[in-house]
């Protein structure tokens, strides 16, 4: 479009303005076009190249030349309104100057840059043509022919691929050597001494080693792991080839040097429990089960809740109140408080007399005293004593020799009593067992069992997709280390408050008064 016209004005003589000297009005450049009510101007540039866009005033309609009003007054003696500080943020947002402006230009031109170097690797500019377009001939088969290699990508493909074309910052760290400057002057050293023939202490021990040892002898080549054709071996086995070399020295020599291990002692080989880790639950919890499994559960789930219902209602029963018993009241209450407190008058009557004196004239019982034995007396009764063991020795003797006549009722009591100890010793170790299978007391909670994970007849899903999620992998793990005893019943640690809450009433609501 054609810049607006000026206004026509009128002939007269030009304003004379002091101090400013006479000079022709320079022409005005072509302004290229640009559409109505636009305010940046499209400037000319290639295909690919970069537009920095500029905003440009329109040009206001003036009455006077040079814009100047009857009402207008000096621009250094008009007082502009402070707009804060510049220095921080807060004032960028409220600059409004030239600079400001140049500044958001420069900043959203350097975003695109960095948009263009993220989205392509570069700036489209100097992207090819054939990077940028594809040929688009409306046949398929065509398109595919001329467009070879720029097929579409999978989404699972674009996925996978990273949001940036800008490659990574490469480590410097990753390439350093620590001390590569003082070792490759070393390195260089040492070509240097080479050259005159001069070798390192190192070097020279090693040849001197090697011709001391004579020539290498050729040895077959081991073959290796990739080799179909090598020998196998049990390393667990006694003809370990890797402990033939140890065979033969002291133990106590190889476990102090790290070479065999310490035998563990046999206490450390036994678990404590017998329980498997991984326990399979019943056929009636799996994914559509029978008839019967399922029903054998809901028998097994039924039996759990009558134990738990019997188990509240005994304790309900030992709580109640017998049937006929008189409820407390104050009355009774109070009396009972006050047993013990009240001296009653009946104690004194019930003070016990004193024990009447014995009489003078009442002379002590003599104590009676036992008559010395005659000797014939003492003669008879050891001869008494003398024929009851007499008897006794003979009663036992008798008795062994009538014992070789009932040899066979002896031998079918020593096999009922050795029965009994068998029957003695394998219910011990049944006992023992079941003990075992059962988890130990390891604190001061007892291990519960966890509860039945069941579904009821009109619960079960009829697909997978319609399964339902029961359970939990974590607390069946936490469950199964409690009931193999490697771990102790826990229970959830409980909130305890150190200092009591303190209620404050703040002044802003104490204030309000309804």
Same mark, same amino acid.
């Given at each position: ?294 029903? $054998?559960? /809901? %028998? =097994? ?6 134990? #738990?219902? +019997? @188990?509240? &209602?005994?304790?309900? *029963?030992? !709580? ?98 050795? $029965?009994? /100890? %068998? =029957? ?6 049944? #006992?023992? +067992? @079941?003990? &075992?299978?059962?988890? *130990?007391? !390891? ?72």
């Amino acid at each position: 479009m054609a810049p607006p016209p000026f206004p026509a004005l009128p002939k007269m003589a030009p304003p004379a303005f002091p101090g400013l000297p006479k000079m022709a009005s320079p022409p005005l450049p072509a302004l290229p076009k640009m559409a109505a009510g636009s305010g940046c101007a499209a400037l000319p540039s290639s295909r690919r190249g970069l537009a920095l866009p500029f905003k440009m005033a329109a040009p206001a309609p003036s009455s006077s030349f040079l814009g100047l009003s009857p009402g207008s007054r000096d621009p250094a003696t008009i007082r502009r309104r402070s707009r804060g500080p510049r220095n921080r943020k807060k004032g960028w947002k409220r600059w409004a100057g030239p600079e400001a402006r140049l500044g958001r230009e420069i900043g959203d031109f350097l975003e695109d840059v960095v948009l263009q170097q993220r989205a392509t690797g570069g700036l489209i500019a100097e992207q090819p043509d054939e990077g940028l377009f594809f040929v688009d001939t409306g046949n398929a088969e065509k398109d595919r022919q001329l467009n070879k290699g720029k097929e579409k990508p999978l989404h699972v493909d674009l996925v996978l691929q990273p949001d940036s074309k800008v490659p990574a910052p490469k480590n410097i760290l990753a390439h350093q050597i620590p001390n590569g400057r003082k070792e490759k002057r070393r390195r260089q050293f040492w070509e240097k001494q080479a050259e005159k023939g001069v070798l390192p202490r190192t070097e020279r021990r090693l040849r001197a080693r090697l011709r001391r040892g004579g020539a290498p002898t050729d040895k077959a080549l081991e073959k290796g792991r990739s080799d179909p054709e090598r020998g196998f071996y049990d390393i667990w086995g006694a003809d370990n080839p890797l402990d033939q070399a140890l065979a033969g020295q002291d133990g106590w020599f190889l476990q102090q040097t790290k070479k065999q291990r310490v035998k563990r002692p046999a206490r450390l080989q036994t678990k404590p429990s017998q329980v498997p880790a991984v326990e399979v639950i019943a056929a009636g919890g799996s994914y559509n089960p029978t008839f019967e499994d399922h029903q $054998a559960l /809901l %028998l =097994r789930a039924h039996k759990v809740e009558v134990r #738990k219902k +019997r @188990a509240e &209602d005994k304790v309900e *029963r030992q !709580l109640k109140i017998p049937e006929g018993a008189e409820l407390p009241t104050a009355e009774t209450v109070f009396q009972e408080q006050c047993e013990g407190l009240l001296e009653e008058s009946g104690d004194e009557e019930d003070e016990e007399a004193p024990a009447a004196p014995a009489e003078p004239g009442d002379a002590p019982k003599p104590a009676s005293r036992q008559e010395k034995k005659t000797e014939q007396q003492r003669r008879r009764e050891k001869e008494a004593r003398a024929l009851a063991a007499r008897q006794r020795r003979e009663k036992a003797a008798r008795c062994r020799r009538q014992e070789l006549f009932r040899l066979r009722s002896l031998q079918q009591q020593v096999k009922r009593w050795e $029965a009994e /100890l %068998l =029957r003695r010793r394998q219910a011990r170790l049944a #006992k023992r +067992r @079941a003990k &075992d299978a059962l988890p *130990r007391r !390891l604190g001061p909670l007892k291990y519960e069992e966890p509860n039945l994970e069941v579904q009821l007849s009109d619960e079960l899903a009829e697909s997978l997709r319609t399964l339902k999620p029961e359970g939990s992998v974590l607390r069946d793990r936490f469950k199964s280390l409690q009931k193999r005893s490697l771990m102790e019943p826990r229970e959830r640690a409980k909130f305890k408050r150190r200092y009591r809450l303190k209620y404050v009433e703040k002044r802003a609501f104490r204030e309000v008064t309804l």
